[in-house]
């Protein structure tokens, strides 16, 4: 196995592994990596959706997407599709996956199939990097606070009846989690305190009302997204890309119009998260 940090702060290439054969040492390396970086690359892969979805079975219990639609050889796979023909992508905006749930994704894995010949990266942020990078004093506020987090305004009724990619989004009805969770968590794996907003499904903090809460949340949305925060990956055919939810936010650009660019998502189920001490 070889191992090339895609910045100093976060994301890691992995060289030289077979997902589909891994030693327990060598999985026990890559799980640590993970908790340690938030995202890993894995290039030249051969997975087909049984075997991507048996590796990510090796890290836990898989959570299948109610809203995405499922890949056909293996509907517990869900499909990240743009026909060249469509306009909206799916996960176009900063956002970490499944944290409207009470028990929030570890990790997801993408894995390309097709991908555009220009556009259509993947940004990534450091959520470890966007807590460390805040003053003292800040820090302590936020540490005592706690965030409601909702899939319905992104995945219920209403978007889907506008301008939304509906026809790859399912279930709006299913779309009713509101969840609470710790501003700045203590990370399942590592112990490193993280910053657990998103632009996306955080809705409003704990207590207060959403307009009290707009000032703050862009303020922290801002600050995560600064660029020394993130990196912007490119996708070739054949590479699994996991990213830590917990640890991490992502952001699929959506400017590749007129290409198609077709993915294979597994997202993994995480444990309840705690507030940093
Ligand atoms: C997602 O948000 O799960 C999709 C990310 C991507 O397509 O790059």
Redesign the pocket.
């Known amino acids: 196995m070889k191992v090339t940090h895609l910045s100093e702060i976060l994301g890691a290439e992995v060289d030289c592994i077979d997902c589909q054969d891994i030693s327990d040492r060598d999985f026990a390396t890559l799980q640590n990596l993970l908790w340690d970086r938030g995202v890993l690359s894995i290039p030249n892969q051969d997975l087909t959706p049984d075997a991507q979805f048996a590796f990510a079975q090796r890290w836990g219990a898989i959570n299948v997407n109610r809203f995405f639609t499922p890949v056909v050889e293996n509907p517990r796979v869900a499909e990240?599709l743009k026909e060249p023909d469509q306009e909206l992508?799916?996960?176009g905006g900063w956002?970490t996956?499944h944290s409207y749930d009470d028990i929030p994704a570890m990790c997801?894995m993408?894995y390309a199939i097709e991908v555009p010949d220009t556009g259509?990266?993947?940004l990534f942020a450091s959520m470890y990097a966007a807590y460390a990078n805040l003053s003292d004093g800040f820090k302590q506020a936020l540490s005592s606070m706690c965030a409601v987090h909702s899939s319905r305004h992104v995945f219920g009724h209403e978007p889907m009846e506008g301008d939304r990619p509906r026809k790859r989004l399912h279930n709006p009805e299913l779309a009713v989690q509101d969840a609470v969770h710790p501003v700045v968590i203590e990370h399942p794996g590592s112990g490193r305190p993280s910053l657990y907003v998103n632009p996306s499904f955080t809705v409003r903090f704990d207590g207060w009302s959403t307009s009290e809460s707009a000032s703050l949340l862009a303020y922290l949305y801002r600050f995560g997204a600064r660029p020394e925060h993130t990196i912007r990956y490119r996708?070739k055919p054949g590479t699994l890309v996991i990213w830590d939810n917990r640890a991490t936010w992502?952001?699929?650009?959506n400017d590749y119009h007129g290409q198609r660019?077709l993915?294979h998502?597994v997202t993994v189920e995480g444990v309840p998260l705690r507030a940093i001490n």
């Open positions: 990240v992508n799916i996960g956002h996956d997801s993408l259509g990266d993947t996708w992502h952001y699929a650009l660019r993915m998502r």
